[in-house]
């Protein structure tokens, strides 16, 4: 990375020059960073749902490890794995650290990537740079990203484009977080008539529009709608991780925020529900599964749940936020446990995890 990037990064943000709400948003990229490295922000009564699963193990699977093949596609890209570093952040200095090391990295395993909300982005031009990650991944799956609601706050096809040419995205995540505003501190709250805003886009963007949750899930009914919108993808980003109830009440200042953080902490359908119950209703959709996996054996059940990615945030946050070489080794890692998935399943390829009697639905004992 180099000085000049750095020292117009810290100019904007220090001199004065940029908006209020500029000002605004770029420090709460930072209090996002901050929270979710430092603070305890994670869902502790509502889980994903995967921990109902088990896979059914092969003594003998007549494979050879090496035989193993994860490659896959998505939105018309070829992946080594199915494994997609989840929408996270952008707009500060160590944000932009932290998308360049995870550009690289996806680009040396072919993973898919997206970048945090390039709102702060549209604000204050100053700091595309610290989303500019095309140079250092020229091949892989690339999403944009921006918030629907902002729809309502005067965003429209301009700046939707704006935000994939800048970073020559194949698709664009239009990221869906009515409980995170409703307890951010003068949160943008007017959700009125988004559905008809979201399918005009669908019908004039040239690259495909995903519908992501921020951790809270997309149920079956909410995924019809927004198909028949015209998304071309879902990415049920389910409760079980990161809560932003709870990243938002804790940067909060006013106590009736605070408070509202601590109420709605677990709020949120469980990231399994969400894979089986859009799966259900739209075999074919393109479908992303990301809400607290923490593992390979994680991206193994929501593959085998029906998911076409496993999307992962904090793990690759936390490594980026050390090294390069602990992400490398985290990329590792989460391949040689995915493979050892297939590997004592008898399965050779993805699909075959979705074969019957590979994944089993664990009976509760409550």
Not at 36 to 52: A, I, K, M, N, Y
Not at 55 to 61: A, E, Q, S, V, Y
Request: a negative charge; one cysteine or more; aromatic letters at 4%.
């Amino acid at each position: 990375m180099s000085s000049p990037i750095h020292s117009s990064i810290n100019q904007t943000t220090h001199n004065g020059n940029i908006s209020e709400d500029a000002a605004l948003t770029q420090g709460r990229k930072a209090d996002h960073l901050r929270v979710c490295l430092e603070e305890d922000v994670q869902f502790h009564q509502t889980t994903t749902g995967l921990e109902r699963y088990r896979f059914t193990h092969c003594c003998l699977p007549e494979l050879d490890l090496s035989e193993v093949d994860l490659t896959t596609t998505f939105s018309g890209k070829s992946l080594d794995a199915p494994l997609l570093i989840s929408s996270m952040t952008g707009g500060t200095e160590q944000a932009q650290r932290i998308n360049y090391r995870l550009a690289e990295v996806a680009q040396h395993y072919k993973l898919a990537m997206g970048v945090g909300s390039q709102r702060v982005a549209i604000e204050n031009p100053q700091v595309k740079p610290t989303f500019a990650v095309r140079s250092l991944a020229p091949d892989i799956l690339l999403f944009a990203n921006l918030g629907a609601v902002q729809l309502n706050y005067g965003y429209g096809l301009e700046e939707c484009q704006r935000a994939i040419d800048w970073l020559e995205a194949d698709a664009l995540v239009l990221h869906l977080n009515p409980l995170q505003e409703a307890v951010q501190t003068k949160g943008d709250t007017n959700f009125r008539e988004l559905f008809a805003k979201i399918a005009q886009l669908c019908q004039k963007l040239p690259v495909p529009v995903i519908a992501k949750e921020v951790g809270n899930g997309i149920s079956a009914k909410m995924a019809e709608r927004l198909i028949e919108a015209g998304v071309s993808a879902i990415d049920v980003a389910g409760a079980g991780g990161t809560s932003w109830a709870k990243v938002e009440g804790e940067r909060a200042k006013d106590a009736r925020q605070r408070r509202l953080g601590e109420t709605f902490a677990n709020w949120g359908l469980p990231t399994a529900e969400c894979i089986v119950g859009v799966r259900a209703i739209a075999p074919t959709i393109p479908l992303v599964a990301s809400g607290g996996l923490r593992n390979g054996l994680d991206a193994a059940k929501a593959i085998a749940l029906g998911a076409d990615l496993a999307g992962l945030a904090l793990p690759f946050l936390q490594a980026a936020s050390e090294s390069e070489g602990a992400l490398q080794e985290l990329v590792k890692l989460l391949v040689a446990e995915l493979t050892t998935v297939l590997f004592c399943t008898g399965s050779a390829k993805l699909n075959d995890l979705r074969n019957p009697g590979v994944l089993q639905k664990v009976e509760s004992r409550e």
